[in-house]
């Protein structure tokens, strides 16, 4: 069976550090891989989305950005944090092609001090 | 663009009694329908979906859903409702994405439901 594995579950950042936060699927391959945010009362916002390696796209312009240097390997960095980029972070994958369903991760808490 | 409203913030309901938590969508296309639940501090937990076929959908734990085009809603309901069903509620519409190859999901803000007991 397939499974998401994100971490770390907390993380508190100064601001101006970096970030790098990683997800890893296992028992696909090529799935479609998503980064989203959520923030109190503003329900899921999508950052970025991926269908193949090397291949990023971005929903909405911030101060993030996203790789996937492999097929299964998803991460969301930022060379320097801003205190609105506190939230929880939230990484799916689904399968290739229209209409399927999205599988998430825990979660990420960023805390920015 | 497509976009989910959940006009319900919070709904409170007794437990034993029956659930009906509110979904509209804007989409102009056949939409992708979802509703997903979220405890505290956890990721998201599909319920049931809606792709096409018969309009009342069946989910996990005892949740059904009913998709009425003419209205845009789709509507979650359980007949009733346990202590445990405290949590984070969210509809969810599927469109492709601008850069083609990828369906995303566009979530509404959420409905917390509380369960006195």
């Known amino acids: 069976s397939q499974t998401i594995h994100q971490w770390p579950a907390t993380l508190v950042q100064p601001v101006g550090s970096p970030l790098s936060l990683e997800c890893t699927v296992e028992?696909?391959?090529?799935?479609?891989l998503y980064w989203y945010r959520q923030a109190a009362g503003r329900g899921l916002q999508l950052l970025f989305y991926s269908v193949g390696i090397g291949q990023i796209s971005s929903e909405v312009p911030q101060n993030l950005s996203a790789s996937r240097p492999q097929d299964r390997q998803f991460i969301l960095s930022s060379k320097k944090l801003l205190l609105s980029d506190s939230g929880f972070y939230l990484c799916a994958w689904s399968l290739q092609g229209a209409g399927t369903e999205a599988f998430f991760g825990q979660g990420t808490r960023l805390t920015v001090v | 663009a497509q976009s989910v409203t959940q006009p319900d913030i919070h709904i409170t309901v007794s437990e034993g009694a029956s659930l009906e938590l509110r979904c509209n969508y804007s989409?102009?296309?056949?939409?992708?329908l979802f509703w997903y639940v979220q405890s505290p501090g956890q990721g998201l937990q599909l319920l049931l979906k809606y792709f096409s076929g018969d309009t009342l959908v069946q989910g996990i734990k005892g949740f059904e859903a009913e998709f009425k085009r003419s209205q845009s809603s789709f509507n979650l309901r359980k007949p009733s409702v346990h202590w445990s069903d405290a949590a984070e509620y969210f509809c969810?519409?599927?469109?492709?994405?601008?850069?083609?190859?990828?369906?995303?999901?566009?979530f509404g803000k959420g409905t917390h439901l509380i369960i006195q007991p």
């Open positions: 989409y102009g296309a056949t939409p992708y």
């Open positions: 969810a519409v599927g469109a492709s994405l601008a850069g083609g190859g990828a369906d995303g999901l566009t």
């Open positions: 028992g696909t391959s090529n799935p479609n």
